[in-house]
């Protein structure tokens, strides 16, 4: 069965600095994966997706994720953190067979200046 | 660049009411589906609904969740007798084919159960 797992709940960095989320997932086949964003109050924006083509993926908004299968993972990051990179940052997955992605539990990004 | 709507963004009623969430999706998408997300939790697959019928579901949407594409725009999710638990921010999503295919999300409807 497919599952996602975020580590850190909430990750701080300061302006200018890497940004790192964790993201390790569970498949049976190889996977899709995703990374959503939602901002406050706001719905869940696409920001990359991984679909067996390149292993680095890169998205919107500066970000880019590495997928690497020996240790299934697929982290997010963003060279230099922006102020308005906060937000809540989703890891997803795909695996087939089935309709629904299986979110992880997300990871709170909060910026400091 | 075409988006998923949902209507109303809020909506509050008292537990054992019925209600409706109405979900605009991308227009030539073709599946479906219902997600929620209750406060500080994770997002929670509920139902995919397509060619007209559901074609999955978890085991949150019971006897009291309904679904329904009554034209050819709207895809509603009908909530029977609502509960306390079933306050959360649901979730409509659309893709052009089944999960391979990237699923747009709309902008949700927040359900507060009195």
């Known amino acids: 069965a497919q599952s996602v797992t975020q580590l850190g709940s909430h990750v701080s960095v300061s302006e200018g600095a890497l940004v790192l989320l964790r993201c390790n997932y569970s498949?049976?086949?190889?996977?899709?994966l995703f990374w959503y964003v939602q901002y406050p109050n706001q719905g869940l924006q696409l920001l990359l997706k991984?679909?067996?083509?390149?292993?680095l993926v890169k998205g919107i908004n500066g970000f880019e994720a590495e997928f690497k299968k020996s240790e299934t993972s697929f982290h997010l990051t963003k060279p230099s953190a922006h102020m308005s990179d906060a937000a809540e940052y989703f890891c997803?997955?795909?695996?087939?067979?089935?309709?629904?992605?299986?979110f992880g539990k997300g990871t709170r990004l909060h910026i400091l200046p | 660049e075409p988006e998923v709507t949902q209507t109303p963004s809020h909506q509050v009623t008292q537990m054992g009411q019925e209600v409706i969430l109405r979900c605009v999706p991308i227009?030539?998408?073709?599946?479906f589906y219902w997600y929620r997300q209750i406060l500080g939790q994770k997002v929670e697959f509920l139902v995919s609904?397509?060619?007209?019928?559901?074609?999955?579901k978890s085991e949150i949407f019971d006897d009291q969740f309904s679904v329904e594409r009554p034209d050819g725009s709207n895809f509603t999710l009908k909530i029977r007798s609502t509960k306390l638990e079933d306050s959360a921010m649901y979730f409509c999503?659309?893709?052009?084919?089944?999960?391979?295919?990237?699923?747009?999300f709309g902008p949700g409807t927040r359900l507060t159960v009195l």
């Open positions: 999503a659309s893709s052009q084919n089944s999960g391979r295919n990237t699923q747009y």
């Open positions: 498949s049976s086949v190889p996977p899709y």
């Open positions: 991984y679909t067996s083509a390149a292993t």
């Open positions: 997803a997955v795909w695996e087939g067979g089935d309709d629904k992605i299986i």
């Open positions: 227009s030539n998408h073709l599946y």
């Open positions: 609904f397509y060619n007209n019928e559901i074609s999955e």
